[in-house]
């Protein structure tokens, strides 16, 4: 028998999801996984209440936890197959990441420019199999490796060719790509690696914070 709070969680969620199906996110997959990981587990105490709203959250170190629809907009661009091999750039709170991992993958490396925000996401994650997160300029950095999927969680200004070449054959890039008019507005981009090269497309357009390069070393 459900108690009284599980009961009204699920009716908080059922409303949730509604509410992103009537912004247009219709992937079942993604609402699933939305579904399950409760966003209020990630976002910062004093914004928890809004948590089931579709509204960017503050972080610590000038961070943003992006709004849900903006996350599901990239998460089915993405089109995460089970058991892909994930790079995730720019941790954030872990939210994102854990997504990730609902949704099936079989293996996430998430870098996160801030100590702080890297240490707090792992806390909130536990010891999920086939996770890392490591303190590291996702920008700068070359990942080791070649991954199914690449999810950049920020806008930059254009793709660096060091995450493009971290694409294993037949892999997919999305990103924000930043606006030059209008701030904090661009486009979904996506960048796939297929049999005749790379080919890049431009979505929808995104309301995303800018991803700030610096100095990163894995911890």
């Known amino acids: 028998m459900s108690r009284p709070d599980d009961a009204g969680s699920a009716v908080e969620n059922a409303a949730f999801v509604l509410a992103l199906r ?13 579904e399950l990981v409760p966003r209020e587990r990630f976002a910062p ?6 948590a089931r709203r579709d509204l960017a959250l503050p972080l610590p170190c000038g961070a ?22 994930v790079l995730e750039i720019g941790t954030g709170s ?29 806390e909130r994650l ?22 199914d999927r690449i999810l950049v969680n920020g806008s930059v200004p254009g793709l660096s060719d060091g995450l493009v070449a ?21 486009r ?15 979505g929808v357009a995104l309301r995303l914070v800018p991803l700030q390069a610096g100095r990163g070393a894995a911890a």
């Open 22 to 34: 009537e912004r247009g996110v219709r992937d079942r997959g993604v609402l699933r996984a939305m």
């Open 94 to 122: 872990g939210y994102a990441t854990a997504l990730l991992l609902q949704l099936g993958a079989g293996a996430v490396t998430s870098l996160e420019l801030y100590a702080g925000l890297a240490a707090a996401a792992r």
């Open 45 to 50: 105490a004093a914004h928890r209440d809004l």
């Open 166 to 186: 971290a694409l294993a054959p037949g892999g997919r890039l999305v990103a924000g790509l930043a606006g030059t008019e209008n701030r904090g507005i661009g």
């Open 188 to 202: 979904l981009v996506m960048v796939e690696r297929r049999d005749d090269g790379l080919a890049e497309s431009l």
């Open 64 to 85: 943003t936890m992006t709004a849900p629809t903006t996350v599901a907009a990239m998460l089915v661009a993405l089109d995460l197959a089970q058991g892909q091999r």
């Open 126 to 147: 536990g010891p999920a199999a086939g996770l890392r997160i490591l303190r590291a300029d996702g920008l700068a950095r070359l990942a080791e490796g070649a991954f």
